[in-house]
């Protein structure tokens, strides 16, 4: 039995060997790989789909040079739905729920951003920093209170993916725990317990893809003010 509600969120090992990597990398062995053959199956052409219509709505606001990161942010987005929805299985570890994990997407891409508007566009980089029209007395708050800002980013893009999968993960558990004590004692109550918890499975379901659009759909509109 379970000591504790956040056992669920340690990471597995076997012989002392962290298995983090192979739950990192077992989901892409999943997506079926398209075929040579001119007709493709339905479950390819949907995934297919999915992928351009996506990545069509992501790239419509940038620009030609932002272009290059369609494949990076369809991968990124493809990798993240995937491991959310397969965390919701019973027995199964979320690697999305690791705060390192998800900072070290965030904190690199982010730091990328930056990096290609200090390149290109320099002036215009800093310029974010200080709004326009903004009187003297207040310009050395605001360039602080900016940057901070500019800084907080990944911290954010990080903490918001792992919290929302954090508290829906422990809402199933508390409810589902709830259910097994009350079905002997209550069985009326119990069965409406269980019917909150398949509502909030359905949410989670809902959660976890958004969530996953939601990190990678920021990091387009950091991209959108650098280049």
Not at 48 to 70: C, D, E, S, Y
């Amino acid at each position: 039995m379970m000591t504790s509600f956040f056992d669920q969120f340690a990471s597995p090992s076997f012989l002392g060997i962290p298995l983090i990597a192979i739950a990192i990398a077992l989901p892409w062995v999943m997506f079926p790989t398209p075929p040579s053959r001119w007709v493709n199956n339905r479950l390819i052409t949907i995934q297919t789909w999915f992928i351009n219509r996506f990545t069509n709505q992501l790239m419509m606001p940038l620009n030609v040079g932002g272009h290059k990161w369609a494949l990076l942010l369809a991968s990124l987005m493809v990798f993240l739905i995937t491991i959310n929805m397969l965390g919701l299985l019973p027995y199964t570890f979320t690697p999305t729920t690791q705060l390192s994990l998800n900072m070290g997407f965030a904190v690199p891409l982010w730091l990328a951003t930056v990096i290609i508007g200090m390149r290109n566009q320099p002036t215009v980089a800093l310029g974010h920093l200080l709004p326009e029209g903004t009187p003297i007395p207040l310009i050395p708050v605001l360039i602080i209170i900016e940057t901070i800002s500019l800084f907080i980013r990944p911290l954010a893009l990080g903490v918001r993916l792992t919290a929302n999968l954090t508290a829906g993960h422990l809402l199933i558990q508390l409810i589902a725990t709830a259910v097994f004590v009350l079905l002997p004692m209550m069985p009326t109550v119990a069965i409406l317990t269980a019917t909150v918890l398949f509502l909030l499975t359905l949410l989670e379901v809902a959660v976890a893809m958004i969530q996953a659009y939601v990190f990678v759909l920021l990091l387009s509109l950091y991209l959108q003010e650098n280049v």
